[in-house]
């Protein structure tokens, strides 16, 4: 392990660290409007939702690391407290970093990345036509978190009226391939949220599961079996017992299985359980680790 | 577009709308211990970094929506004053899931995911072996942002120790795809950020690019060019000039242009520069675009 002290690194560097740990993360394109009304489009992504009961969102326009300046929206959002939150789907991505340009402060970002401005409903800032959703918000707080290059102010927001695109939807909950999101990692890397890369993890918080140390010692020490591998076994409720292997288990199988076992066979067991789990069946594979402490003579 | 008012529907639901629009979202997996010492580890997507001058990351640990409890990571730090937040890589993604179980407060999500603690520098509770990257903090703030469920706190933190693998890290940068990173959607939805899942976006914000506007008419309305598109050529910093032309285009190409320009073939000429963007070569795209104003007769 490479182990840094904070302290001790040139902030451009420290930034660097910790926009590669603290990722993905979602983008806030933030509409704002000046004291006369000028537009401001850019985006940020040291953003997310804390709480839904106030709703709130919280981003930060950190002040930059090369001269120390501030930015139009934090400037914005100080003197007229609202802000339009627009999340940005793949096919705004490169539309986005043109917003991102630091244009004169007269210049208006929509113009200049094509992106269509419609009025709120309950704030002064547009939203984005093109964006699946927006979120109009009023600022609560801001707070302050250093003076120098770098440091951020957490701009604290309640949502007060939320816009999205119907075809997005299914029922009332977004569908992640459909909103097609872009998160934000370190450097020039973004994370295209949809697709492949999307992966479903089911584990209730409420059903107490057996856990990793009441699993059999064999099958914790195992060389086949990986970590994600133990954690859907560890994630079960309930270890088999012999109803449940032979419920799960063909005779076939069960032949196979005494088989291997009384040949002491365990790698061979553990990759006949591997394969139950990537096909999707956790009790199979439990079940086929679980067989020769209930069946063996 | 569907409008929501917040304060017209079920907190339920408004949550896992602002769980689908406001991501990816980064996983927090906190470790922390109580004041016997007893360790917690439990995974939070209502996180980011804020803040590099001085580095600072934000978590909540909500009021549950079902019964308004709060949990033991908030009782513990709000005890104890420290955290260590861990990185969650793809390997240890449903070792993560266990520890999310509501475990009895006597019982160890170490033991019950299988993970391994190992003793901070600086602060209590341990860091997890597995995890790609973890940061020791200390509390500076919590924040209660309301008081029914779903109310969040924000668990204000400075980082005071990071920790990385080596093995995700080229030179002095970490490479996503070797960190190989989890974030959270809405539901039981995950995106796993490496691969081909990953993009690169460069654009300068300091170089003032042309912008949309600038574009010409015929190519801000194309009906070939996506935004994508359009946010690739909006964003160089020049449109090309006849040298620049004459240096992107073969002879050939400037034959088959001006061909197609002479049919007012524009769809063609528009899918011949679609084709160029695809390469990667937008100053190519932009040279095909801009061919007819600067050598039609």
Redesign the interface.
Known sequence: ??????KNIP?K??????????????IAFASTVDENGTPNLAPY??????????????F?S?RR?SDNTTKDTLHNIEKTGEVVIN?VS?????????A????PKE?SEF?????TPVDS?LVKPPRVL?SP?S?ECVMKEI?T??K?????H?I?CE????????RV?DG???N?HK?D???R?????????S???????????????I???Q?PQEV?KSTVL???????L??LTQWPNKEEIEAQLSPEERLQIASLTEDRALPQLHYMAKNAIREGLIKKAASILAFQENFSK
């Open positions: 392990m490479i182990s840094i002290d904070p902030t560097d420290l930034h660097q660290y910790l926009l590669g740990i603290v990722a993905p993360r979602p992504s040291f953003f997310n939702a804390f709480s839904s009961n106030p709703p709130i969102v919280v930060s950190n690391v999340a793949h096919s705004i991505l490169r539309q986005m970093a043109v991102s340009v630091q244009f210049i113009s200049k990345s094509g992106l409903d093109e959703a979120m707070i978190l250093g120098h290059g770098g440091a951020g957490l604290i949502v007060v009226r939320i816009h999205i695109d119907e939807v009332n909950r977004i992640p909103i999101l872009m998160g990692m370190g450097r020039a890397y973004y994370v295209r949220a697709g492949d890369a999307i992966h479903t993890v089911v584990q209730s918080v409420l059903d107490i599961s856990g990793f140390d699993l914790q990986t970590g994600n591998d133990l954690g859907l560890a994630g």
